[in-house]
């Protein structure tokens, strides 16, 4: 595995891929990576011939007071990790190097509508950040296929649509979450959770799927819903949002069938997002 720092190498030895009429697969990331980054990656290596991964802790995606400094990195550990996934290249640039202007004058990506409410709601601008660094990183890499984890469901919805409006010719593969043995599923900030609120964080995925069967069975949503945020606040978290919508992200209406079960809460200090599709009754 190649790792590059600099966007003219990256350009130069992915021309010599795409000469050689090999199909390149992209798998960005922020680090620290998890079973959950790896199985996107062995994904991409079903649907392309050369896998790209990229690591970089995006400033323009978190916010003011959020954990930008504190984001674990982990450089050494994850090209060991890519490399014996398969991954071939790794592209791990230095802020200037994608943002030389600084964060202030950096042209930005906007995502209207799906990217409001739920995580963007309560992340003001995140997903423009995310918008943004992934159009600069498709334009980079000009992948066929690029590898998003569903875990992050409002952003694969975001990106899809990304995708769709600015004409990237790019094929987007949703990869499922993947979740510890007691069911938490992975995230890179897991880490910060000691030891009693790792105990109680797959608490996060038994209430979803409670709530889940409810809604199969046919319980009035916005009861269940209101029992599930009491669950929640019960079990010590504290509750961001939780909500049903249609699989893509719109409301539900009479004639939902295939919706989606979001939440975010916060666990002390830590923020966790998990989802569960399902499918409603008539
Ligand atoms: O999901 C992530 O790790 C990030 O939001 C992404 C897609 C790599 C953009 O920085």
Redesign the pocket.
């Known amino acids: 595995m190649r790792t590059l720092r600099e966007i003219p190498a990256l350009r130069d030895t992915l021309g010599e891929c795409r000469r050689r009429g090999q199909r390149i697969g992209l798998v960005?990331?922020?680090g620290n990576l998890h079973a959950g980054h790896l199985s996107l990656v062995e994904t991409a290596r079903h649907h392309a011939d050369v896998v790209v991964a990229?690591i970089?802790v995006?400033p323009l995606?978190f916010g003011a007071g959020e954990d930008l400094d504190a984001y674990p990195r982990t450089l050494a550990e994850d090209q060991a990790k890519l490399e014996a996934a398969g991954c071939d290249v790794l592209f791990a640039p230095a802020t200037r190097e994608l943002y030389p202007r600084g964060l202030e004058r950096q042209t930005r990506v906007c995502v209207p509508e799906v990217s409001e409410g739920l995580c963007g709601g309560s992340r003001p601008g995140h997903f423009d950040?995310?918008s943004t660094?992934?159009s600069i990183l498709f334009n980079l890499v000009q992948p066929d296929v690029a590898c998003?984890?569903e875990k992050?469901y409002q952003?694969l919805a975001v990106?899809r649509k990304l995708v769709d409006d600015l004409h990237f010719p790019i094929r987007i593969v949703g990869v499922p979450i993947v979740r510890a043995d007691d069911g938490l599923a992975l995230s890179s900030r897991n880490g910060y959770l000691d030891a009693d609120e790792r105990a109680t964080a797959p608490e996060l995925q038994r209430i979803l799927t409670e709530l889940r069967a409810a809604l199969q069975a046919g319980a009035p949503i916005e009861a269940t819903l209101a029992s599930g945020l009491t669950r929640l606040s019960e079990a010590g978290f504290i509750p961001d949002y939780l909500e049903l919508r249609a699989a893509d992200l719109g409301p539900v209406t009479a004639s939902t069938r295939e919706a989606v079960l979001l939440t975010a809460a916060r666990l002390g200090t830590t923020r966790l997002i998990d989802n569960l599709t399902l499918t409603l009754p008539r």
């Open positions: 960005p990331t922020m990229t970089f995006n995606q950040g995310v660094v992934v998003f984890g992050d952003q990106i």
